[in-house]
């Protein structure tokens, strides 16, 4: 970690400490201000921005149409602000980095920091920031850690373990790199890597904090159970996948303390996360999120949005102006006994694309994955996957659970669908060593 990075980054994380204490006036004044300054930044540097905001430059926010990622990637070359960076350019860097083992935290060219996304719910998407940027992205990551109460400082650094990616081209790879340092040495351990490997690393390391997928969680706490992980951190942190209120009970009990639930993606980086409370605050300082239908249309507070659009306020480099993100999300209102009158995120149920479409009495229903979670998350040993197939679903369980069997599966998963409405569904259940990740690392809940 350089130390202009270093610098930026404290800076950042004592300044935002202030806002904590800031009032809902205050953060919409502050959201109002930022929201000027990105969009005057926008449409002075970006020919795309200028085009799809024709006759629009001084209209509300919610006047503005949205941009989706695959808008923004076939358009990426005039959606930058930066004449010398080029979509092609940047592919082939994330490309080099991925085939030779590079090391992501190093900026490309000495100026920028870029990510992508693993294209699993459509076109890849490929993100770049300048320092300035990369800054704040890292100062969100970090944040985490204030509001969850985990002290840090010279005497006291943050030994951090995190269980993810270690692809190159995917974020929290690129984050781990650059935030490896005095005061944070951080531990990076692959997620497909074998249990036993893992273990012994984390049992040497003995992080403060713990940080992986909800999938790589689990079995972790399998493993503390059983005696063979022997760690106390204080703090466990779940992120990039949905966290189940099952999953998140297990890892509370290895543990000792409820999980933090961090809620952030390639694009945005972090949205929001836990205070002591487990409340899970939204970053309104950093950007503008709105819950919608799948019409597009805003929903109120306390209704579960189809999906929501997001204006990050910070970036300039490729500007995010009422982005598209298709998580099933719920905002709820204001007031904490935290003391932040951030507003709270409620719920994240997922990705829209893993809802499947399974025969009905009266047509096609859609199931949620919430559906499977509530069956499958205390069934399964250390993870699940549904594929839907042409006959059916095919239910992939990695291992079972105390007391758990094939066909008990198999019956409360056909119960479930048959409480959503689905009729008709053929389930077959199997019992696999291990599930196929994605190239990122995670495990998908549901494929079609």
């Known amino acids: 970690m350089d130390l202009r990075l270093i610098t930026r980054v404290l800076f950042l994380r004592a300044a935002w400490r202030r806002r904590d204490h800031w009032d809902a006036a205050q953060i919409t004044a502050h959201q109002d201000h930022a929201?000027?300054?990105?969009?005057?930044?926008?449409?002075?540097?970006?020919?795309?921005?200028?085009?799809?905001?024709?006759?629009?430059?001084?209209?509300?926010?919610?006047?503005?149409?949205?941009?989706?990622?695959?808008?923004?990637?076939?358009?990426?070359?005039?959606?930058?602000?930066?004449?010398?960076?080029?979509?092609?350019?940047?592919?082939?860097?994330?490309?080099?980095?991925?085939?030779?083992?590079?090391?992501?935290?190093?900026?490309?060219?000495?100026?920028?920091?870029?990510?992508?996304?693993?294209?699993?719910?459509?076109?890849?998407?490929?993100?770049?920031?300048?320092?300035?940027?990369?800054?704040?992205?890292?100062?969100?990551?970090?944040?985490?850690?204030?509001?969850?109460?985990?002290?840090?400082?010279?005497?006291?650094?943050?030994?951090?373990?995190?269980?993810?990616?270690?692809?190159?081209?995917?974020?929290?790879?690129?984050?781990?790199?650059?935030?490896?340092?005095?005061?944070?040495?951080?531990?990076?351990?692959?997620?497909?890597?074998?249990m036993d490997e893992t273990v012994a690393a984390l049992n040497r390391f003995q992080p403060r904090i713990l940080v992986g997928y909800a999938s790589a969680l689990k079995p972790l706490a399998g493993e503390q159970a059983a005696g063979r992980l022997r760690i106390s951190p204080e703090g466990v942190m779940s992120a990039s996948e949905v966290l189940s209120p099952h999953t998140a009970s297990e890892l509370e009990e290895a543990?000792?303390?409820?999980?933090?639930?961090?809620?952030?993606?390639?694009?945005?980086?972090?949205?929001?996360?836990?205070?002591?409370?487990?409340?899970?605050?939204?970053?309104?300082?950093?950007?503008?999120?709105?819950?919608?239908?799948?019409?597009?249309?805003?929903?109120?507070?306390?209704?579960?949005?189809?999906?929501?659009?997001?204006?990050?306020?910070?970036?300039?480099?490729?500007?995010?102006?009422?982005?598209?993100?298709?998580?099933?999300?719920?905002?709820?209102?204001?007031?904490?006994?935290?003391?932040?009158?951030?507003?709270?995120?409620?719920?994240?149920?997922?990705?829209?694309?893993?809802v499947l479409q399974l025969p009905g009495k009266a047509g096609t229903v859609n199931v949620h994955p919430i559906v499977f979670h509530h069956v499958l998350d205390q069934a399964a040993y250390a993870g699940w996957q549904v594929i839907q197939e042409t006959y059916g679903l095919r239910v992939l369980m990695a291992g079972l659970a105390p007391g758990a069997s094939i066909q008990g599966v198999s019956t409360a998963?056909?119960?479930a669908l048959r409480d959503a409405g689905a009729v008709d569904t053929q389930v077959n259940v199997h019992v696999v060593e291990r599930l196929e990740r994605t190239a990122l690392g995670k495990h998908p809940s549901c494929e079609v």
Not at 51 to 79: C, I, N, W, Y
Not at 147 to 160: D, E, H, L, N, Q
Not at 294 to 318: C, D, E, I, Y
Not at 340 to 351: A, K, N, P, Q, W
Request: net charge neutral; proline share 7%; hydrophobic share 40%.
């Open 35 to 194: 929201l000027r300054e990105l969009r005057r930044a926008t449409y002075a540097g970006s020919e795309f921005y200028r085009r799809h905001h024709a006759g629009l430059h001084d209209a509300p926010l919610g006047q503005l149409p949205s941009v989706t990622k695959a808008d923004l990637m076939a358009h990426f070359d005039e959606a930058v602000t930066t004449p010398d960076l080029r979509l092609a350019d940047l592919e082939n860097h994330l490309r080099s980095l991925a085939q030779g083992g590079g090391d992501p935290g190093v900026p490309w060219k000495g100026r920028w920091w870029a990510a992508a996304t693993a294209g699993t719910t459509g076109r890849r998407g490929t993100f770049v920031w300048n320092r300035s940027e990369w800054g704040t992205i890292l100062a969100s990551y970090a944040r985490a850690n204030d509001w969850a109460g985990i002290s840090a400082g010279p005497t006291r650094p943050v030994k951090m373990a995190l269980v993810s990616s270690r692809v190159p081209t995917h974020q929290s790879a690129v984050v781990g790199a650059s935030l490896r340092s005095g005061l944070v040495p951080t531990l990076r351990l692959d997620v497909t890597a074998p």
């Open 413 to 415: 998963v056909a119960g």
């Open 255 to 354: 543990w000792g303390s409820a999980p933090f639930d961090v809620y952030a993606a390639t694009e945005t980086a972090g949205i929001a996360s836990p205070c002591t409370y487990r409340n899970r605050h939204v970053y309104e300082d950093l950007l503008i999120i709105e819950p919608v239908d799948q019409a597009g249309n805003p929903v109120p507070p306390g209704t579960t949005a189809a999906k929501f659009l997001v204006t990050v306020l910070f970036s300039r480099t490729l500007p995010l102006i009422r982005y598209e993100m298709s998580d099933t999300v719920r905002l709820g209102g204001r007031g904490c006994p935290c003391g932040r009158s951030f507003t709270v995120l409620e719920d994240i149920e997922g990705r829209i694309e893993d």
